[in-house]
């Protein structure tokens, strides 16, 4: 008596690989869950693309115009060629000799560093009471911090110069300090009082049971939350003061004690302009604002959207 074999053993079966008719399993499968899919680009995405790049050559321009201006020599100023025959290096230390630059420079870093330091030292405070406690005109204060920013120097020039000149405060560092802290302070409250409005409160009240004092949650908790917005508020005010004129021109009338932009504009003259001189000296004051703000970019976008999403 013979006794077959159960058709369903494994002796019997024949093994068949995932990979011969294209499975759901192969490797090899169209419909594979491993297949890469190409990246493709649709028209919307090419349009973006192509209009950024247009935007940042347009941008970028002027300022490559202004180098290869400051390296030109002085004798090719007028030709129409984009490119000098010879890149004049010479012309940045000729316009830093023939000038008064270096005492601009360390003028304009003493006006700006002062400024910034007198901005944080009075919006901080301000900021923080705004932020956290609800006290009667808060609001109009509000309101009145941002109206201040609607008014520019130039209009109230005339009576500043009167003022600093009863004070016998011209041709003083100090008097730009207090006029660039006084037209940046307002923006720096405003910033500053978004970005620890979206702090909890309860964090410095977990600090405060802890013991810790008001202004010990102030600069343990606050201070290194809110330091994005800080950053803001600071490079803001730096970069404003870096680049003021007007008040610069007209309240410092010695030429060694003028700011870096003033002492820019006396490369123009009367009959004729030093055109790589005065681009060099541009490329010089621009240069450390733009170093600056490549470093601690990420900390001000971050600081700019505070207070956007509850």
Do not use: C
């Not at 002027?62 to 400051?70: D, V």
């Not at 410092?252 to 504009?265: C, D, F, R, S, W």
């Amino acid at each position: 008596m013979k006794v077959s074999a159960p058709s369903g053993t494994p002796g019997d079966a024949v093994a068949k690989d995932p990979e011969d008719k294209g499975g759901k399993g192969g490797k090899s499968g169209k419909g594979g869950k491993g297949a890469a899919k190409p990246r493709r680009f649709g028209p919307r995405t090419l349009v973006t693309a192509a209009s950024a790049w247009m935007l940042a050559v347009i941008f970028i321009a002027p300022y490559l115009e202004m180098i290869i201006t400051a390296l030109r020599p002085a004798n090719e100023l007028r030709d129409r060629t984009y490119l000098p025959s010879s890149f004049e290096w010479k012309n940045f230390a000729d316009a830093w000799k023939q000038s008064t630059l270096a005492d601009n420079l360390q003028v304009t870093l003493l006006i700006a560093g002062g400024a910034t330091l007198l901005v944080l030292l009075v919006s901080l405070p301000a900021a923080y009471y705004t932020a956290r406690v609800r006290y009667r005109g808060r609001k109009a204060f509000l309101l009145l911090v941002l109206v201040t920013q609607m008014f520019q120097p130039t209009a109230l020039l005339i009576g500043l110069y009167r003022q600093f000149h009863q004070l016998d405060m011209l041709n003083s560092t100090w008097t730009l300090i207090l006029a660039n802290g006084a037209f940046n302070l307002a923006f720096a409250v405003w910033i500053l009082t978004a970005y620890i409005s979206s702090i909890p409160a309860e964090l410095e009240e977990a600090a405060m049971v802890d013991g810790t004092g008001r202004f010990g949650a102030l600069f343990r908790v606050t201070l290194p939350l809110a330091m994005p917005g800080v950053v803001t508020a600071l490079i803001f005010t730096f970069i404003s003061t870096w680049n003021e004129f007007v008040m610069g021109l007209t309240l410092m009338t010695e030429p060694e004690k003028q700011p870096l932009t003033v002492g820019i504009n006396n490369f123009i003259g009367n009959y004729t302009v030093e055109w790589n001189y005065l681009f060099a000296a541009s490329v010089v004051a621009i240069l450390p604002v733009v170093v600056l703000f490549a470093f601690i970019e990420r900390h001000v976008v971050s600081g700019l959207t505070a207070g956007s999403v509850k």
